[in-house]
């Protein structure tokens, strides 16, 4: 019985994290456009830094110093969404040539 409960419960914890990733994630406005993704970066760029060094002192640790992170999160975000449409549209063009190299190679392998 046990042998069979743990996979339930290992997906249910699994099931529950990415859940409440999404969740934080949506809260934060990370899943919204550019400027609130730009927002949520920079209000976590204000928050972190304190945290992390009053976690350091507390636990003992010494930790290099952060990167400055200087760029446009909506450029980047625009960047990615015009990469993946132009990807989207040549995908029928792709798929349909290496259909036809796929059914040559299968017919040399016959002859």
């Known amino acids: 019985m046990a042998a069979r409960l743990l996979p339930a ?3 249910l914890i699994k099931g529950g994290l990415a859940g409440a990733a999404v969740y934080v994630a949506h809260d934060q406005g990370l899943l919204g456009s550019g400027i609130e993704g730009a927002e949520a970066l920079r ?3 204000e928050t972190l830094p304190p945290t992390i060094q009053e976690w350091t002192d507390y636990l003992g640790w ?3 110093p ?3 992170i200087d760029f446009s ?5 625009n960047k990615g969404v015009h990469r993946v449409m132009s990807a989207l549209s040549v995908a029928p063009t792709r798929a349909c040539e290496y259909t036809v190299e796929g059914w040559k190679y ?6």
């Open 43 to 45: 209000k976590a760029q």
């Open 62 to 64: 010494e930790l290099p």
């Open 9 to 11: 419960v290992k997906f």
């Open 106 to 111: 299968m017919k040399d392998l016959v002859k």
């Open 66 to 68: 952060t990167p400055k």
């Open 73 to 77: 999160l909506s450029a980047y975000w």
